[in-house]
């Protein structure tokens, strides 16, 4: 082979060395620049995900505050809408209970009326009233208590003094008295041959002059006795009071309390029973100012 030879071949050896290598750089190229363009595109990918994602939660964010807002704004006029009702209540429940506290004396019927009219205005209070052991609720508890006690001290002493205006008006004079003695002597002694002719026992003969005025002896000695009643004594002047017809069974019970209650009862006893109602009113205005106050 020759000098000439040797230089073609040589030179076909470098071509060929060339063409492998280009055929190796090539692929490797387009694969590393399919790579970049990928991690590219997945670059964008995720910025655009995070992108959404933070204007997803941006908008939520506003959404929430403007939903609380609105929230808080509702409660508010909520709140001020049960503040100005329950003071309305409040204040009609006041002016009951100073119908019910108007008068020191007032018949059965008229101060049943107003408790009536008070309990109905309790009522809407009790409804209305924050929920629990309310200082309000509890102070206006107090009052209906109070105003319960009134009226039945208002009862009773209106009963008592239709009671007692019965017995006096049916109490005897000296002369009514001895001819009612004597009528009931003549009565018994007749009822008692009767009855032995009948062979029975005889009954007992009713004289009102003479029952009004054992009646009215027998509850004085009741008042006058010490802390122990005596029961007898309290016995036959209840006897004594079923015969005096002119009265009713609750005037009746009035008339014998009134004797044997251990304290007395006073005369008093409405007066202190609705000043007791005005002091439980004044502590119902001190609550309810505290909490309108938000105290």
Known sequence: MNLKEIAD?????GALASAVVALIVVPATAVIGIKQAKAVIAAGQDTATAT???????AEAVYKAAVDGMHLQS???????????RAQ???????????MAKFPHESPEESEEHLDAL???YSVLEIGAPLGDHPVVEAAKAVMKAADDLDAERGWA??????????????????QLEVAEYELEAHQAAEDHEAQMEGREP?????????????TQGLDRLRRGGDTVDTTLKDKVQRHLDDCTFLDDEER?????????????????????????RFKRRAFVEAAKNELNGQ
């Open 253 to 277: 019970r009035v008339l014998l309390e009134d004797a044997t209650e251990r304290p007395r009862r006073s005369r008093t006893q409405p007066g202190r029973a609705r000043a007791t109602l």
């Open 89 to 99: 209540t409040w204040v009609l429940f006041l002016q009951a209970i100073d119908d």
């Open 158 to 175: 209106a009963v008592y003094r239709s009671a007692t205006d019965l017995m006096r008006e049916h109490t005897p004079s000296e002369e």
């Open 75 to 85: 409660r508010g006029v909520h709140q001020q809408w049960l503040k100005e009702n």
């Open 9 to 13: 071949l040589g030179q076909g050896l």
């Open 119 to 121: 309990a109905r205005a």
């Open 52 to 58: 959404a994602k933070a204007g997803q939660e941006n």
């Open 203 to 215: 009954g007992r003969v009713l004289s009102r002059p003479l029952a009004v005025h054992e009646a």
